[in-house]
Nanobody
Framework: QVRLVEFGGGSVQPGGSVGLTCAAS????????LGWFRQPPGKEREGVAC???????TYSDSAKGRFTISRDNAKQTLALQMNSLKVDDTAMYYC????????????????????????WGQGTQVTVSS
């Protein structure tokens, strides 16, 4: 079992930055690949970024160049740094974990596949508006 809790959400203006943190409790945390997902208002949940057990990262096309995912195995934390935020980034953001050692992604720049992730946090709201 893996417990995940997100922190750091809030309100920001377009062009601003927000850093999210996911605190985990897992016996074998270093053996999980970790991902960030989001669900905009009225839309389906979508993958944002993923980092595997070796630190290899992958991003959706919308996140690439603006967002950075990282992990600290000693502290059992996962982070998502979001820069140059847009109104379309407004969403509930979730961290998730999978026992897969490598990130499974969808084609077409869609980011990580949510179906591979068994453990989820409760989410934190990020609102981008002016």
């Amino acid at each position: 079992q893996v417990r995940l809790v997100e922190f750091g959400g809030g309100s920001v203006q377009p062009g601003g930055s927000v850093g999210l943190t996911c605190a985990a409790s897992a016996l074998t945390y270093s053996q999980y690949s970790l991902g960030w997902f989001r669900q905009p208002p009225g839309k389906e949940r979508e993958g944002v970024a993923c980092i595997d057990v070796d630190g290899l990262t992958t991003y959706s096309d919308s996140a690439k160049g603006r967002f950075t995912i990282s992990r600290d195995n000693a502290k059992q934390t996962l982070a998502l740094q979001m820069n140059s935020l847009k109104v379309d980034d407004t969403a509930m953001y979730y961290c998730a974990a999978t026992a897969l050692r490598r990130c499974a992604t969808l084609r077409g720049g869609q980011g990580p596949n949510s179906g591979a992730f068994a453990f989820w946090g409760q989410g934190t709201q990020v609102t981008v508006s002016s």
